[in-house]
Nanobody, 121 residues
């Protein structure tokens, strides 16, 4: 019974900033990695950024230097700080996590419901 709850999406002008938040809740024993994906109209879902339990992060080339992923282990929460936003960043952003629940020695992959980010003047 793990749930990923996303927040922070909305409408922003080009060059502006948004901060997305994803909080995991439930019978969580450990989170191995968390990340953000996005899907724009007419395009396939793509990786935006990921971060491991050790704090190592990876970014898509299209967002390097503009986006920053971080996590708060105490809150089981991952953030995506998005700066210098462009119209091409418009998409539904999905939170993803590899989670082991209490008492179960298996890693499962979970998805949030998605939050809309629209960059427009």
């Amino acid at each position: 019974q793990v749930q990923l709850v996303e927040s922070g999406g909305g409408l922003v002008q080009p060059g502006g900033s948004l901060r997305l938040t994803c909080a995991a809740s439930g019978s969580i024993f450990a989170i191995r990695a968390m990340g953000w994906y996005r899907q724009a109209p007419g395009k396939q879902r793509e990786l935006v950024a990921t971060i491991t339990s050790g704090g190592s992060s990876n970014y898509a080339d299209s967002v390097k230097g503009r986006f920053t992923i971080s996590r708060d282990n105490a809150k089981n929460t991952v953030y995506l700080q998005m700066n210098s936003l462009k119209a091409e960043d418009t998409a539904v952003y999905y939170c993803n996590a590899d989670i082991r629940t209490t008492g179960i020695f298996i890693w499962f992959n979970y998805w949030g419901q998605g939050t809309q980010v629209t960059v427009s003047s």
